[in-house]
T-cell receptor
Framework: NAGVTQTPKFQVLKTGQSMTLQCAQD?????MYWYRQDPGMGLRLIYY???????DKGEVPNGYNVSRLNKREFSLRLESAAPSQTSVYFC????????????FGPGTRLTVT | KQEVTQIPAALSVPEGENLVLNCSFTDSAIYNLQWFRQDPGKGLTSLLL?????REQTSGRLNASLDKSSGRSTLYIAASQPGDSATYLCAVDRDDKIIFGKGTRLHILP
């Protein structure tokens, strides 16, 4: 099993450009998540999807949109990138039922100049 | 609002020693507490998950305890090795959302 996969691994954008981060899981999990990790801030939840067809805002949703394309895939879109969105982005998934154990992808390192 | 604190932020320990990492949380109404390991430039790897009804979990040289009423958890690492060097994060969850601490960066000195 590949687990949780993310593409791309690295990306450099200019301010104002747009891009989509892709995430897929092969564990038949119901719930999927997008986090960002910044030095000194820890991991913060951007958006999550409890099931196919549903999405909810997390702690820091501004400037992002998400799509739960199907049960396997959950994408994160930056419509107009800003330097403040320079971060490492992690996708995670869980079965959606107790005990809610989460499995993480390898991350995407994004730099916005 | 749930807050998760890990102290210290960084720790250096000689190889072979036993060590304890600490995690505290402000709201005891949690489902689980999970400990993760993160190597530099990598994603998070789940080490142990303790359900709210449990007091501890063990995996090899790792033992995690949970005292939900006092809002505390510890991760005990026995006979530390250089390969244990990493950042360790704890996280608590409720309603399918989890809140992370900022982690303890552990360095095992050879």
């Amino acid at each position: 099993n590949a687990g949780v996969t993310q593409t791309p691994k690295f990306q450099v954008l200019k301010t104002g450009q747009s891009m989509t981060l892709q995430c897929a899981q092969d564990m038949n999990h119901n719930s999927m998540y997008w986090y960002r990790q910044d030095p000194g801030m820890g991991l913060r939840l951007i958006y999550y999807s409890a099931s196919e067809g549903t999405t909810d805002k997390g702690e820091v949703p501004n400037g992002y949109n998400v799509s739960r394309l199907n049960k396997r895939e959950f994408s994160l879109r930056l419509e107009s990138a800003a330097p403040s969105q320079t971060s490492v982005y992690f996708c995670a998934s869980s079965s959606g039922g107790l005990p809610y154990e989460q499995y993480f992808g390898p991350g995407t390192r994004l730099t916005v100049t | 609002k749930q807050e998760v604190t890990q102290i210290p932020a960084a720790l250096s320990v000689p190889e072979g020693e036993n060590l304890v990492l600490n995690c505290s949380f402000t709201d005891s109404a949690i489902y689980n507490l999970q400990w993760f390991r993160q190597d530099p430039g990598k994603g998070l790897t789940s080490l142990l998950l303790i359900q709210s009804s449990q007091r501890e979990q063990t995996s090899g040289r790792l033992n995690a305890s949970l005292d939900k009423s006092s809002g505390r958890s510890t991760l005990y690492i026995a006979a530390s090795q250089p390969g244990d060097s990493a950042t360790y994060l704890c996280a608590v969850d409720r309603d399918d959302k989890i809140i992370f601490g900022k982690g303890t960066r552990l360095h095992i000195l050879p």
